[in-house]
């Protein structure tokens, strides 16, 4: 009998220890993979002509993925130019005759220079002078009066300039170049439908390096820092899968515990989000579950 209860004792034990090594066993927290996702947008309006895209390309950046139909914008453009051409040629006239005025006033400021220098060797009079400076003034109100003529007309001309660069603008924006690095994940449109500013063309997302948002405890707290290596577990179909992971964020305030959240104590009511930066071998997906586990030695340090 005492045999048995010996047994029965010892097994008790065994238990207990097997107890103890599964709650030690625990993750240090638990969350999903996140990505910066990215709509690209129409910034033009008209038919879509080329979108040469589909869901799961690797797209890089500054790489060309399709245009918008830019006829409209070309006849604009133009049409602009034939008016700027026939507004320049009635301009010609008052252009030439500020040339020309601008021409008597370089001669008067030279035969002004040289009264002035007859004048300090006394070979010069004061009335040489004064006329010289009213021929002078007499040319600038001229010019000034054929400039205020011509206003209107240039102005004009800078209006055109500035519908031009608009148009320019546009045409330019027509073309959809892909802004980053990544991959697609939504396709919003196809060839031929017709877009219109800020419509949705298409999601896309940089899948090499994933974003794990887990929570810790605030006891968990002091054995984790921005930089730290921590491993980060998914599951596989034998046994989970291990990655390097690099914290990259904490949150500096607390939070309430997410619904779907376990920490290490079972459900705290509070718990700091941490981000961790896990590279992807391609089998990481967004929205995928996963744990970590801070590394003994990394936190001891």
Known sequence: MKKHQYILGVSIMVLSLFSCGEDNGKADGYGNFEATEITI??????????FSIEEGDQLTKDQFVGFIDTISLSLKR??????????????????????????????????????????KDNAGTQ?????????????????????IQNAPVVNELKSIDVQLKQIDDQIKKSKIINPVNGTVLTKYAEPNEITAFGKPLYKIADLSTMELRVYISETQL??????????????????????????????SEAEFTPKIIQTKEE?????????????????????????????????SQ
């Open 78 to 119: 133009e049409q602009l130019i034939v008016s700027k051409s026939v507004i320049s040629s009635k301009s010609k006239g008052v252009l030439s005759q500020i040339s020309v005025l601008n021409s008597k006033l370089k001669t008067a400021r030279i035969n002004k220079t040289r009264v002035e220098n007859l004048i």
């Open 222 to 251: 002091a054995h984790i820092k921005i930089g730290q290596k921590v491993t980060v577990k998914i599951d596989a179909s034998e046994d989970m899968k291990s990655f390097e992971g690099t914290v990259s964020w904490i949150a």
């Open 127 to 147: 009335k040489q002078l004064d006329d010289v400076s009213g021929e002078i003034d007499v040319i600038k109100s001229q010019i000034r009066s054929v400039e």
């Open 267 to 299: 459900r705290v009511a509070l718990v700091y989000a941490v981000k961790v930066d896990v590279v992807n071998d391609g089998s990481l997906k967004i929205g995928m579950p996963a744990e970590i586990w801070i590394n003994s030695v990394s936190s």
């Open 41 to 50: 947008s129409a910034e033009n309006n008209g038919k879509l002509i080329q």
